[in-house]
């Protein structure tokens, strides 16, 4: 149903039986088109067309749905009632909290129609008759334009940015439309003020060295802050869709940081940012010539015949992979796993067994990755922004909307977060990497099947 355009005269019994007749035939009227849209609905990504144009149809019990067309029926009676006697009352949402949506009945009614509208399409969705992971798309399509579509998206029917616009005498929009220039230039939206970082003053400023590199990777030393260090050294594998200094953000939220204040001798992974140059790296490269390598560096600088480990995000999936190899050729020459250069291996945050994904899931089929290897398997790139642009739209009000009212309607400049300025500086990943990835956990979920893989030579 479409609420733009709504403007109630108050001046006569006509008028408001009028546009009582109108709101009752639109709305009917949508919820025909809402049905045959349904009906119609391809669940899978438009890219899956170029490969598999045989989308599954939707089919819905027809008393599931006339029991949620007579209650939003119902309800959108009750509000336009409602707004005959008094405004509209919204509740529940952040996005329509302020006084500013309080204040002005237009804009109260247009965010509690589309509150009822939003809640009868999860409805729909919901009630769809499709397999688990049909269902999951289509709740996560219906999610992507319910947030897309909210009033207070637009400078027309946000009153809170109306309000501010007014209070700043327009100098709110100007800022507004400066920080839209500058996000266009920057190639993505600005979740945080980004001028009050910058890598080595105040954010990743523990105190260490590049002692290693290769094209894939830098090893870092970090300077030890205690007259004494433990005999086994410690070494962190940070995930390669982003930067290191997650793991050192602020010497208050540094894991780093604690670490080597603890005694620990500490090196961590820095990846590089693929370019053309790495674009046919493969999974097999990653494990041997990083994962591996960095191991036997840190075994090698310190001396030790074991190390500790830490593996974070993708960056755990790999550390298993490359213990998984290394148990692999340690039983070929030297029986049970012995020899093994890692002593203890923390995993933080980190898939191993990827049975259960998440959100995630709605992305992946057959289609979907059968794709992607046809596009960058054999050589490309992944962009960085193209992964951070996913993540964000899994919650889209949170990490997007919220961030395009701000910066652009409001003319707000976001506060300084150190974990997003990092989520900003992503890193691409290539796509012969990026493909086997996709297939061998997300999809097949191989990593746990024995025998199943052969990396870097082993089964």
């Known amino acids: 149903?479409?609420?733009?355009?709504?403007?109630?005269?108050?001046?006569?019994?006509?008028?408001?039986?009028?546009?009582?007749?109108?709101?009752?035939?639109?709305?009917?009227?949508?919820?025909?088109?809402?049905?045959?849209?349904?009906?119609?609905?391809?669940?899978?990504?438009?890219?899956?067309?170029?490969?598999?144009?045989?989308?599954?149809?939707?089919?819905?019990?027809?008393?599931?749905?006339q029991a949620i067309q007579q209650d939003s029926l119902k309800s959108a009676t009750e509000l336009w009632q409602q707004t005959l006697t008094a405004q509209p009352v919204v509740t529940g949402d952040k996005r329509f909290a302020t006084q500013a949506w309080a204040a002005n009945p237009v804009a109260a009614f247009a965010a509690a129609t589309y509150l009822l509208n939003a809640r009868a399409l999860m409805e729909m969705a919901d009630a769809a008759q499709a397999d688990e992971k049909t269902r999951a798309r289509v709740r996560f399509a219906i999610?992507?334009?319910?947030?897309?579509?909210?009033?207070?998206?637009?400078?027309?029917?946000?009153?809170?940015?109306?309000?501010?616009?007014?209070?700043?005498?327009?100098e709110s929009i100007a800022q507004g439309m400066k920080?839209?220039?500058?996000?266009?230039?920057?190639?993505?939206?600005?979740?945080?003020?980004?001028?009050?970082?910058?890598?080595?003053?105040?954010v990743a400023t523990t105190e260490g060295a590049v002692?290693?590199?290769?094209?894939?990777?830098?090893?870092?030393?970090?300077?030890?802050?205690?007259?004494?260090?433990?005999?086994?050294?410690?070494?962190?594998?940070?995930?390669?869709?982003?930067?290191?200094?997650?793991?050192?953000?602020?010497?208050?939220?540094?894991?780093?940081?604690?670490?080597?204040a603890q005694g620990h001798r500490t090196f961590v992974v820095s990846w590089r940012n693929p370019d053309e140059s790495?674009?046919?790296?493969?999974?097999?490269?990653?494990?041997?010539?990083?994962?591996?390598?960095?191991?036997?560096?840190?075994?090698?600088?310190?001396?030790?015949?074991?190390i500790n480990a830490l593996g974070f995000c993708v960056g755990g999936t790999l550390l298993g992979t490359a213990l998984a190899v290394l148990a692999a050729r340690g039983q070929a020459t030297k029986g049970p796993s012995k020899g093994l250069p890692v002593a203890s291996a923390t995993f933080l945050t980190a898939l191993l067994d990827f049975t259960d994904t998440g959100v995630l899931d709605v992305f992946i089929d057959e289609a979907f990755v059968a794709y992607r290897e046809n596009e960058m398997g054999q050589g490309g790139l992944m962009k960085g922004r193209d992964l951070a642009s996913t993540f964000s739209f899994l919650r889209p009000n949170d990490l997007v909307w919220n961030y395009v009212v701000g910066n652009y309607l409001k003319g707000e400049t976001p506060p300084p977060f150190d974990l997003l300025y990092w989520n900003s500086d992503g890193t691409n990943l290539p796509g012969p990497f990026y493909a086997w990835y996709l297939?061998?956990?997300?999809?097949?979920?191989?990593?746990?099947?024995?025998?199943?893989?052969?990396?870097?030579?082993?089964?």
């Open 1 to 65: 149903f479409s609420w733009q355009g709504w403007r109630v005269k108050q001046d006569s019994p006509d008028n408001w039986l009028n546009s009582a007749q109108q709101f009752q035939q639109a709305l009917g009227e949508s919820w025909s088109k809402a049905f045959a849209a349904f009906q119609g609905m391809n669940p899978l990504p438009a890219q899956h067309e170029a490969i598999d144009n045989q989308a599954p149809q939707l089919s819905f019990e027809p008393d599931k749905l």
């Open 179 to 202: 920080n839209l220039l500058n996000d266009l230039q920057q190639g993505h939206v600005s979740m945080t003020d980004e001028s009050q970082f910058e890598v080595g003053r105040n």
């Open 143 to 170: 999610d992507q334009w319910v947030a897309a579509s909210a009033p207070s998206n637009f400078l027309a029917f946000n009153a809170e940015a109306q309000q501010k616009a007014i209070a700043t005498k327009g």
């Open 278 to 306: 790495l674009a046919h790296k493969t999974w097999d490269d990653y494990i041997e010539d990083a994962a591996i390598k960095a191991i036997k560096v840190v075994q090698h600088i310190s001396g030790s015949k074991t």
């Open 439 to 459: 297939r061998n956990t997300y999809l097949e979920n191989n990593l746990v099947k024995p025998g199943k893989l052969n990396v870097c030579g082993q089964r």
């Open 211 to 260: 002692v290693f590199e290769n094209e894939l990777f830098q090893l870092i030393e970090y300077k030890p802050l205690t007259a004494k260090v433990y005999e086994r050294p410690f070494l962190p594998i940070p995930p390669c869709i982003n930067k290191f200094y997650i793991l050192d953000l602020q010497p208050e939220n540094s894991l780093i940081r604690y670490c080597v």
